[in-house]
């Protein structure tokens, strides 16, 4: 749901001037030929606005910007290599090491 409101407001905002275009081969590929068409420079502008350039640039900055919420959001909250390795120190994977680490600690009466 989310989702499809966030096409719908990308719409809205800037399809008179975008023309609706959320793909960049979508938007660039019928400009360059109508160019190539015969109509000119002016497929590249609409009212002596350059709108052409939104879905070019506009999905590599949102790539950015999405780089950098996961790196403050998730990366940073991975655990160390260090801490990985006492971990896995620490970790006993066959029932008879388990049984061993838990004697020592405990008295087991069998």
């Not at 096409?7 to 400009?31: E, Q, S, T």
């Not at 160019?35 to 497929?43: A, D, E």
């Not at 120190?89 to 008295?107: A, G, I, N």
């Amino acid at each position: 749901m989310y989702v499809g409101l966030s096409i719908i407001a990308i719409g809205v905002c800037f399809g008179v001037n975008g023309g609706y275009a959320l793909n960049p081969a979508r938007d660039l590929a019928p400009r360059f030929l109508t160019l190539i068409s015969g109509w000119g420079t002016q497929v590249f502008s609409y009212k002596n606005y350059s709108w052409f350039w939104q879905p070019i640039i506009g999905p590599h900055i949102g790539a950015i910007f999405g780089v950098i919420i996961y790196m403050l959001f998730i990366e940073i909250h991975w655990p160390n290599e260090a801490d990985e390795v006492l971990a896995t120190d620490v970790l006993v994977t066959t029932p008879e090491q388990r049984k061993e680490q838990y004697s020592s600690q405990v008295d087991i009466k069998e």
